[in-house]
């Protein structure tokens, strides 16, 4: 957003967004590097953001907005066919060179295309969990964030995460699995408010915060990736996806708003530089996301899947599954995820290329080269090999007993 929309960056710091400046762990601080400003990010709702990009492309020429209802798609007959404008549902038909689909993860373009015969490649991988969630107001004196960018605790049976927003607020959501028909409950405010109380951990914070919202429940959930190219060939031309339409992820990761943009942001390159070859740009768009935009969503749906599982195993009594990857690395390289985040620990530089990773900034994937394997090589020669022990704790809401006492004034 830096790079391509420095106007949007400069409206929500005034709409309130607080910058959050990149700063290494205190062992690896040496000065900083000249990219390190790339890593800065900043703190908004996504009411707010949603706001500020809406009135940034009001205020672009060319722009009108039409208040309507697209129904369907006009299609020109062709090997493959060309989309060539929107039906309204008025009857008229909004036509165009390009479109573009930005209707979220329901957006019905995919049905359009499939009654027209046209079956996009679709991934799909289970999501397991449910986010109660709610907004709230900073009125005091902040505590630190137990988590970098977040406080987050992980209990048992369910997650806490809590996220500063913009003009002091901070949004927490209680996330159990799916299935966990005891802790529906959480959707009232009564119950929601006495977990979040009975964490001890979180004292703190609770004490400097004041209800904004209700709680909402966020539920249904698939990790969902659309590709308009299969073996190679694209299925319809003049038609891309961006955003949740194009690959939608769960919030664990965080990774939805920037997955947005950055497909938006390489689909403009891609038609800047070669708009009329609307072939060459549907296959140059479907090779970016195949080699880089899909290493980001399988990363985040792996972390997903891990939590799911976690969260059900232990709902089960069962044994929990490993900890999902940080990062993606092909098969068969010569180091793991978990060595590279143990030896990135160990060095500045390293540090940031796993940050950068992490970002959603390596498109390239310097993260699985040569360079780097041989600096985790090194870095990791003499640490123990396996992975570290998960130290559990217990007591508390750690115990699933205390907290179906906490809950069961709300039941």
Not at 33 to 38: E, K, M, V
Request: proline fraction near 7%; charged fraction near 20%.
């Amino acid at each position: 957003m830096k790079h391509r929309l420095p106007d949007v960056v400069e409206a929500l710091f005034a709409a309130g967004a607080e910058p959050s400046l990149f700063a290494p762990p205190p062992h690896l601080h040496d000065g900083g590097r000249p990219q390190d400003n790339d890593l800065n990010t900043f703190r908004t709702r996504r009411v707010t953001l949603d706001r500020i990009l809406a009135a940034a492309v009001r205020a672009q020429d060319g722009i009108e907005v039409l208040a309507a209802r697209a129904v369907g798609l006009e299609l020109q007959p062709g090997a493959p066919p060309r989309a060539t404008g929107f039906a309204l549902a008025g009857g008229e038909v909004v036509r165009a060179d390009v479109l573009v689909d930005a209707g979220g993860r329901r957006s019905p373009v995919t049905g359009w295309l499939a009654d027209e015969g046209i079956h996009a490649d679709e991934v799909v991988d289970e999501c397991g969990l449910t986010y109660y969630g709610r907004h709230f107001r900073i009125t005091g004196e902040r505590p630190p964030l137990n988590n970098a960018f977040a406080d987050v605790h992980e209990f048992p049976t369910h997650l806490q995460l809590a996220f500063l927003g913009d003009n002091d607020t901070m949004m927490l959501a209680l996330s159990p699995h799916a299935e966990d028909a005891e802790l529906k409950v959480l959707r009232h405010e009564g119950a929601f408010r006495a977990v979040l109380a009975a964490n001890d951990a979180f004292a703190d914070w609770l004490a400097v915060l004041t209800p904004l919202t209700g709680v909402f429940c966020l539920g249904s959930l698939k990790n969902r990736m659309r590709s308009l190219v299969v073996e190679g060939q694209p299925l319809v031309l003049g038609l891309h996806q961006v955003g949740d339409s194009l690959a939608m992820t769960n919030p664990n990761r965080g990774r939805g708003v920037s997955m947005g943009l950055a497909a938006a942001g390489r689909l403009h390159d891609l038609l800047t530089a070669n708009g009329r070859d609307a072939e060459s740009v549907a296959l140059a768009y479907a090779g970016w996301q195949r080699d880089a935009l899909a290493v980001y969503y399988r990363e985040a749906s792996a972390a997903d899947a891990e939590y799911g599982r976690r969260l059900r195993a232990n709902l089960l009594g069962s044994a929990g599954p490993a900890t999902a990857p940080s990062v993606e690395v092909p098969p068969g390289h010569p180091v793991t995820s978990q060595q590279i985040e143990e030896a990135a620990m160990l060095d500045p530089d390293l540090f940031r290329t796993f940050l950068r990773a992490m970002s959603l900034l390596d498109d390239e994937r310097v993260i699985a080269s040569p360079t780097v394997t041989e600096q985790v090589q090194r870095l990791t020669h003499d640490l123990p090999p396996g992975p570290a022990e998960r130290t559990i704790p217990t007591g508390g809401l750690h115990d699933r007993e205390t907290l179906l006492r906490v809950i069961a004034p709300f039941s």
